[in-house]
Protein backbone atom coordinates (compact mmCIF):
# COMPACT_ATOMS: atom_id res chain seq x y z
CA UNK A 1 0.00 0.00 0.00
CA UNK A 2 1.00 3.63 -0.89
CA UNK A 3 1.96 5.64 1.73
CA UNK A 4 0.08 8.73 1.83
CA UNK A 5 1.60 12.11 1.48
CA UNK A 6 2.51 14.09 4.32
CA UNK A 7 0.11 17.30 4.88
CA UNK A 8 2.10 20.23 3.64
CA UNK A 9 2.77 22.79 6.95
CA UNK A 10 0.30 25.76 6.95
CA UNK A 11 1.64 29.13 5.54
CA UNK A 12 -0.33 30.38 9.15
CA UNK A 13 -0.82 28.40 12.11
CA UNK A 14 -2.06 29.80 15.37
CA UNK A 15 -2.73 27.59 18.56
CA UNK A 16 -3.48 28.59 21.83
CA UNK A 17 -3.54 31.92 21.10
CA UNK A 18 -4.79 34.79 23.99
CA UNK A 19 -5.39 37.98 23.49
CA UNK A 20 -6.58 41.10 25.77
CA UNK A 21 -7.18 44.40 26.48
CA UNK A 22 -7.07 45.03 30.16
CA UNK A 23 -10.08 43.05 31.43
CA UNK A 24 -11.50 42.44 27.80
CA UNK A 25 -10.56 38.80 26.65
CA UNK A 26 -10.85 39.09 23.25
CA UNK A 27 -9.38 35.46 21.58
CA UNK A 28 -8.75 33.04 24.84
CA UNK A 29 -7.73 29.31 23.78
CA UNK A 30 -7.78 30.10 19.75
CA UNK A 31 -6.44 27.42 16.81
CA UNK A 32 -6.27 28.50 13.44
CA UNK A 33 -4.41 27.41 10.40
CA UNK A 34 -4.51 28.36 6.76
CA UNK A 35 -2.93 26.24 3.77
CA UNK A 36 -0.75 27.46 0.95
CA UNK A 37 -2.65 28.70 -1.97
CA UNK A 38 -6.42 28.88 -0.73
CA UNK A 39 -8.50 32.05 -0.43
CA UNK A 40 -9.01 32.37 3.12
CA UNK A 41 -11.67 34.93 5.25
CA UNK A 42 -12.03 36.05 8.93
CA UNK A 43 -15.54 36.72 9.65
CA UNK A 44 -17.53 37.86 12.91
CA UNK A 45 -19.39 40.34 14.74
CA UNK A 46 -17.90 43.74 15.79
CA UNK A 47 -15.76 43.24 18.62
CA UNK A 48 -15.35 39.37 17.91
CA UNK A 49 -10.95 39.92 17.42
CA UNK A 50 -10.87 40.40 13.65
CA UNK A 51 -8.71 43.18 12.75
CA UNK A 52 -6.70 42.12 15.90
CA UNK A 53 -5.87 38.51 14.68
CA UNK A 54 -4.94 40.27 11.56
CA UNK A 55 -2.61 42.32 13.16
CA UNK A 56 -0.98 39.32 15.14
CA UNK A 57 -1.01 37.94 11.82
CA UNK A 58 1.46 41.19 10.15
CA UNK A 59 3.23 41.32 13.15
CA UNK A 60 1.86 44.60 14.20
CA UNK A 61 1.15 43.03 17.72
CA UNK A 62 1.63 40.26 19.82
CA UNK A 63 -1.05 38.11 21.70
CA UNK A 64 -0.51 37.49 25.12
CA UNK A 65 0.15 33.61 25.08
CA UNK A 66 0.26 31.04 21.99
CA UNK A 67 2.16 30.23 19.31
CA UNK A 68 1.52 32.27 16.14
CA UNK A 69 3.97 30.89 12.68
CA UNK A 70 3.82 32.41 9.36
CA UNK A 71 5.96 31.24 6.73
CA UNK A 72 7.43 29.03 9.02
CA UNK A 73 8.36 31.35 11.59
CA UNK A 74 7.75 31.53 14.65
CA UNK A 75 6.36 35.31 15.05
CA UNK A 76 7.18 35.14 19.18
CA UNK A 77 10.55 34.43 18.47
CA UNK A 78 11.34 36.58 15.86
CA UNK A 79 14.78 38.39 15.79
CA UNK A 80 14.28 41.86 14.06
CA UNK A 81 16.05 40.46 11.26
CA UNK A 82 13.73 37.98 10.60
CA UNK A 83 10.96 40.78 11.16
CA UNK A 84 12.43 42.47 8.27
CA UNK A 85 12.65 39.87 6.11
CA UNK A 86 9.22 38.03 6.99
CA UNK A 87 7.38 41.59 5.92
CA UNK A 88 9.30 41.45 2.32
CA UNK A 89 7.47 38.59 1.75
CA UNK A 90 3.63 39.73 2.48
CA UNK A 91 1.57 42.55 0.94
CA UNK A 92 -1.29 43.93 3.20
CA UNK A 93 -4.05 46.42 1.61
CA UNK A 94 -5.62 47.93 3.95
CA UNK A 95 -9.47 48.54 4.41
CA UNK A 96 -9.36 52.51 3.82
CA UNK A 97 -6.40 52.31 1.35
CA UNK A 98 -3.11 53.59 3.74
CA UNK A 99 -1.72 55.18 0.45
CA UNK A 100 0.01 58.44 1.07
CA UNK A 101 -1.66 61.44 -0.41
CA UNK A 102 1.36 63.56 -1.11
CA UNK A 103 2.52 61.19 -3.05
CA UNK A 104 0.96 59.77 -6.52
CA UNK A 105 -0.01 56.00 -7.70
CA UNK A 106 2.88 55.71 -8.89
CA UNK A 107 4.94 56.97 -6.43
CA UNK A 108 3.00 55.03 -3.91
CA UNK A 109 3.58 51.46 -5.32
CA UNK A 110 6.99 52.07 -5.71
CA UNK A 111 7.52 53.04 -2.02
CA UNK A 112 8.34 49.17 -0.81
CA UNK A 113 10.88 48.81 -4.15
CA UNK A 114 12.80 52.22 -3.10
CA UNK A 115 12.72 51.21 0.37
CA UNK A 116 14.09 47.34 -0.03
CA UNK A 117 14.98 46.37 -3.58
CA UNK A 118 18.63 48.29 -5.24
CA UNK A 119 16.81 49.44 -8.50
CA UNK A 120 17.12 52.57 -10.16
CA UNK A 121 14.46 55.05 -10.46
CA UNK A 122 13.61 54.09 -13.51
CA UNK A 123 13.50 50.12 -12.61
CA UNK A 124 11.23 50.95 -9.56
CA UNK A 125 9.01 53.06 -12.17
CA UNK A 126 8.86 49.83 -14.59
CA UNK A 127 8.06 47.59 -12.05
CA UNK A 128 5.43 49.87 -10.21
CA UNK A 129 3.68 50.34 -13.63
CA UNK A 130 3.86 46.94 -14.14
CA UNK A 131 1.69 46.27 -10.71
CA UNK A 132 -0.23 49.01 -11.45
CA UNK A 133 -1.42 47.48 -14.16
CA UNK A 134 -2.05 43.68 -13.08
CA UNK A 135 -4.72 45.44 -10.38
CA UNK A 136 -6.76 46.55 -13.44
CA UNK A 137 -5.81 50.05 -13.98
CA UNK A 138 -4.85 52.16 -16.43
CA UNK A 139 -1.31 53.10 -16.53
CA UNK A 140 -2.26 56.99 -16.89
CA UNK A 141 -3.34 56.43 -13.01
CA UNK A 142 0.28 56.31 -11.76
CA UNK A 143 0.54 59.66 -12.17
CA UNK A 144 -3.16 60.49 -9.96
CA UNK A 145 -3.10 61.49 -6.25
CA UNK A 146 -5.09 59.29 -3.77
CA UNK A 147 -7.59 61.64 -3.49
CA UNK A 148 -8.68 62.05 -6.91
CA UNK A 149 -9.45 58.62 -7.26
CA UNK A 150 -12.76 56.85 -6.83
CA UNK A 151 -13.72 54.00 -4.46
CA UNK A 152 -13.09 50.96 -6.79
CA UNK A 153 -9.48 52.79 -7.90
CA UNK A 154 -8.25 53.37 -4.66
CA UNK A 155 -9.05 50.10 -3.70
CA UNK A 156 -7.02 48.85 -7.05
CA UNK A 157 -4.24 50.88 -6.48
CA UNK A 158 -3.65 50.11 -2.53
CA UNK A 159 -3.54 46.10 -4.30
CA UNK A 160 -0.46 47.48 -6.41
CA UNK A 161 1.18 48.68 -3.85
CA UNK A 162 0.39 45.29 -1.64
CA UNK A 163 1.97 43.44 -4.98
CA UNK A 164 5.05 45.46 -5.24
CA UNK A 165 7.65 42.85 -3.80
CA UNK A 166 5.81 40.01 -5.28
CA UNK A 167 4.42 38.48 -2.01
CA UNK A 168 3.62 35.04 -1.20
CA UNK A 169 1.02 35.89 0.97
CA UNK A 170 -1.40 38.44 0.67
CA UNK A 171 -3.53 40.23 3.52
CA UNK A 172 -6.89 41.98 2.78
CA UNK A 173 -8.79 44.06 5.06
CA UNK A 174 -12.09 44.43 3.62
CA UNK A 175 -11.67 44.92 0.12
CA UNK A 176 -14.94 45.47 -1.12
CA UNK A 177 -16.14 47.68 1.72
CA UNK A 178 -17.98 50.68 0.13
CA UNK A 179 -18.31 50.08 -3.41
CA UNK A 180 -20.74 49.56 -5.66
CA UNK A 181 -22.07 46.24 -6.86
CA UNK A 182 -20.05 46.72 -9.97
CA UNK A 183 -16.95 47.45 -8.90
CA UNK A 184 -16.87 44.94 -6.22
CA UNK A 185 -17.51 42.37 -9.12
CA UNK A 186 -14.52 43.55 -10.38
CA UNK A 187 -12.16 43.08 -7.30
CA UNK A 188 -13.86 39.79 -6.30
CA UNK A 189 -12.61 38.50 -10.07
CA UNK A 190 -9.08 40.41 -9.92
CA UNK A 191 -8.44 38.40 -6.38
CA UNK A 192 -9.28 35.13 -7.47
CA UNK A 193 -7.26 35.59 -11.04
CA UNK A 194 -4.49 36.95 -8.50
CA UNK A 195 -4.30 33.77 -6.48
CA UNK A 196 -4.21 31.77 -9.31
CA UNK A 197 -2.12 33.06 -11.63
CA UNK A 198 0.77 34.10 -8.90
CA UNK A 199 0.24 31.43 -6.68
CA UNK A 200 -0.96 33.57 -3.62
CA UNK A 201 -2.01 32.65 -0.72
CA UNK A 202 -4.64 35.05 0.44
CA UNK A 203 -6.11 35.94 3.91
CA UNK A 204 -8.87 38.32 4.04
CA UNK A 205 -11.07 39.96 6.42
CA UNK A 206 -15.31 40.68 5.14
CA UNK A 207 -18.42 41.47 5.75
CA UNK A 208 -19.17 40.64 1.74
CA UNK A 209 -21.51 37.42 1.79
CA UNK A 210 -21.20 37.97 -2.08
CA UNK A 211 -17.45 37.86 -1.84
CA UNK A 212 -17.12 34.87 0.72
CA UNK A 213 -19.48 32.97 -1.46
CA UNK A 214 -17.90 33.59 -4.85
CA UNK A 215 -13.90 32.58 -4.35
CA UNK A 216 -13.37 32.01 -0.46
CA UNK A 217 -12.50 28.23 -0.16
CA UNK A 218 -12.72 28.21 3.85
CA UNK A 219 -14.06 30.74 6.21
CA UNK A 220 -13.18 31.04 9.47
CA UNK A 221 -16.40 32.63 11.85
CA UNK A 222 -15.03 34.34 15.13
CA UNK A 223 -17.38 34.87 18.17
CA UNK A 224 -17.09 34.65 22.36
CA UNK A 225 -13.17 34.51 22.15
CA UNK A 226 -12.90 31.50 19.99
CA UNK A 227 -13.05 30.00 16.52
CA UNK A 228 -16.52 28.61 15.96
CA UNK A 229 -16.09 27.21 12.70
CA UNK A 230 -14.00 27.26 10.09
CA UNK A 231 -15.01 25.07 6.56
CA UNK A 232 -16.46 26.17 3.13
CA UNK A 233 -19.22 28.57 3.09
CA UNK A 234 -21.68 25.59 2.23
CA UNK A 235 -20.59 23.70 4.68
CA UNK A 236 -20.62 26.66 7.34
CA UNK A 237 -24.32 27.22 6.38
CA UNK A 238 -25.59 23.79 7.24
CA UNK A 239 -23.89 24.50 10.38
CA UNK A 240 -26.46 25.01 13.59
CA UNK A 241 -24.40 26.87 16.23
CA UNK A 242 -25.93 30.32 16.39
CA UNK A 243 -22.93 32.44 16.19
CA UNK A 244 -22.20 30.25 12.56
CA UNK A 245 -25.82 30.69 11.58
CA UNK A 246 -26.28 34.19 11.84
CA UNK A 247 -24.01 35.12 9.18
CA UNK A 248 -26.68 33.09 6.64
CA UNK A 249 -29.76 34.62 7.88
CA UNK A 250 -31.41 37.77 7.48
CA UNK A 251 -32.26 39.79 4.28
CA UNK A 252 -28.12 40.16 3.40
CA UNK A 253 -27.53 36.56 3.87
CA UNK A 254 -30.50 35.14 2.75
CA UNK A 255 -29.76 36.89 -0.51
CA UNK A 256 -26.54 35.62 -0.61
CA UNK A 257 -27.35 32.58 0.01
CA UNK A 258 -30.06 32.04 -2.74
CA UNK A 259 -27.59 33.09 -5.63
CA UNK A 260 -25.23 29.30 -3.98
CA UNK A 261 -28.00 26.91 -2.63
CA UNK A 262 -25.90 24.07 -3.60
CA UNK A 263 -22.81 25.97 -1.77
CA UNK A 264 -20.86 26.50 -5.29
CA UNK A 265 -18.76 29.21 -3.87
CA UNK A 266 -14.86 28.99 -4.84
CA UNK A 267 -15.41 30.01 -8.66
CA UNK A 268 -16.05 33.48 -9.11
CA UNK A 269 -18.90 34.40 -11.71
CA UNK A 270 -20.84 37.58 -12.28
CA UNK A 271 -24.04 38.40 -10.39
Known amino acids: MTANPPAPEPVIALYGVRTSFGAKVVHDGLNLEVLKGEIFAIVGGSGSGKSTLLREMILLQKPDAGSVRVLGQDLMQASREQVLSLRQRWGVMFQHG ?29 VALEKIALSGLKPEVGAQYPASLSGGMLKRASLARALALNPELLFLDEPTAGLDPESADGVDALILELRDKQGLTVVMITHDLDLLWHITDRVAVLADTRLQGVGSMQALSAMGLPSVH ?20 GAWKPK
Open 246 to 265: RFFTGTRGGNAFAQHPDGTG
Open 98 to 126: GLFAALTVLENVGLPLREHRKLTSAQVDA
